[in-house]
């Protein structure tokens, strides 16, 4: 699946007026394209999970259909964990580069007593080395939405490298965990889905100039 997506701006501030860690750098006046190439995983199979832009053509979102991870009596084996790895490429003006400084993710969950699910993520440019995966645990009882922000200072901030386009790949991961004290036939799950305004995924990037 390809997808091409103009961006104008050099922050990608997936609809959220919240601020991270940036660089000083203004974003590139020029045309900014993004590309992308694969979303795949268990938690997204073909035509499961979209990519859609804001309408000024700045921010983009992703939405799941069947990102759901489940432990319980009706639950199989592989249930129990989902993943979605999504390859962008960043078509960016000479002179610059970009990192992720923030990802945001929502969905919802049903968690029994004695249960837990989890989410978490992680991303790294192609050939480079992955970053240390963020993890957020739901332990039950639980039942309503979640939301998780990770935000990179921007001391830690890995851009790409400079000189050409580079692409990148975001692993989001869904867990649901049975504990010894869970009621018996009790089920628990998480979600990353798009049946509701509140439930979707949204990163936003960094840029700054490259040394001349």
């Known amino acids: 699946m ?12 997936l609809f959220t007026t919240s ?20 979303v795949n995983g268990s938690g997204c199979p073909a035509g499961t999970a979209k990519v859609t832009t804001s309408p000024d053509g700045t921010s983009f979102r992703v939405t799941y259909s069947q990102f759901v991870a489940q432990v319980g009596p009706n639950a199989k084996p592989t249930d129990i964990r989902k ?9 960016i003006p000479q002179g610059f580069t970009y990192a992720i400084a923030q990802a945001t993710y929502r969905g919802y969950a049903n968690v029994a007593s004695g249960s837990s699910v989890m989410e978490r993520a ?22 309503d939405y979640w939301r998780f ?10 851009y790409a490298p400079c000189g050409k386009d580079h692409s990148f790949n975001i692993n989001a991961e869904l867990r649901a965990t049975a504990g010894p004290s869970t009621p018996p036939n009790t089920a628990s ?10 439930v979707y995924t949204d990163y936003q990037l960094s840029w700054k100039e490259c040394d001349r």
């Open 19 to 38: 601020t991270p860690a940036s660089a000083k750098t203004p974003p590139p006046a020029d045309r900014i394209t993004l590309e992308v190439q694969t």
């Open 189 to 198: 799950f998480i979600t990353m889905q798009s049946t509701s305004g509140d």
């Open 83 to 91: 993943n979605c790895q999504i390859n962008l490429l960043v078509h």
């Open 2 to 13: 390809v997808i091409l997506i103009a961006l104008t701006s050099a922050i990608l501030s």
């Open 122 to 143: 992680n991303y790294y440019f192609s050939g480079q080395t992955p970053t240390e995966r963020v993890s957020h645990p739901i332990p039950g009882p639980y039942r």
């Open 149 to 158: 922000t990770d935000t990179t200072d921007i001391a830690s901030l890995v």
